[in-house]
T-cell receptor, first 113, second 115 residues
């Protein structure tokens, strides 16, 4: 499993765009990049997943450069309720295994009024 | 929207006692998981379960732990002879299947407190 590195914490203000970058220098060819969100005392929640270039859904965008050694989660116009820990995970989804998730320390995003 | 449910939300037990944490995964999902999160620490994988047997387990998942799917809906984690260091949030998760999407759906967790 590729190791990921994220900032420990970030602060932002309501209405701003937030970009959280994750480094995964040892990503393998078959690895996908997935982001989860976790609020205090709740289970993690899937946000977005991608393999290369850009993926967008109703919640976020995920930017992956051509070398795939990093990725950036972009949250548009954050609100106070986006305060949470954001995890970047990298793993092979086609390995035939049961796809256990390996969480790192994540990034604590704090949105200020 | 279907969701994973877990009971109880909070379990307090004495050291040395056995506890059973219960989960009801989403009904048409095929893969089931237990994770734990000690306060202030990472979410850690414990075990995955598919086709009525363990698929993978971590080093944490030793003989103290066992999982069972006793019927078509429940998925349980049993912790025997609990220790103080077993105090943590325990999350159950489920996955539709290898061809059904890559999103694991997590339950709200059970907070286990061992005294």
């Amino acid at each position: 499993l590729a190791k990921t590195t994220q900032p420990i914490s970030m602060d932002s203000y309501e209405g701003q765009e937030v970009n959280i970058t994750c480094s995964h220098n040892n990503i393998a060819t078959n690895d996908y990049i997935t982001w989860y969100q976790q609020f205090p005392s709740q289970g993690p929640r899937f946000i977005i997943q991608g393999y290369k270039t850009k993926v967008t859904n109703e919640v976020a965008s995920l930017f992956i450069p051509a070398d795939r050694k990093s990725s950036t989660l972009s949250l548009p116009r954050v609100s106070l309720s986006d305060t949470a820990v954001y995890y970047c995970l990298v793993g092979d989804l086609d390995s035939g295994s049961a796809r256990q998730l390996t969480f790192g320390s994540g990034t604590q995003l704090t949105v200020l009024p | 929207e279907p969701e994973v449910t877990q009971t109880p939300s909070h379990q307090v037990t004495q050291m040395g006692q056995e506890v059973i944490l219960r989960c009801v995964p989403i009904s048409n999902h095929l893969y089931f998981y237990w994770y734990r999160q000690i306060l202030g620490q990472k979410v850690e994988f414990l075990v995955s379960f598919y086709n009525n047997e363990i698929s993978e387990k971590s080093e944490i998942f030793d003989d103290q732990f066992s999982v069972e799917r006793p019927d078509g809906s429940n998925f349980t984690l049993k912790i025997r002879s609990t220790k103080l260091e077993d105090s943590a949030m325990y999350f159950c998760a489920s996955l539709p299947g290898l061809a059904g999407g890559n999103e694991q759906f997590f339950g709200p967790g059970t907070r286990l407190t061992v005294l």
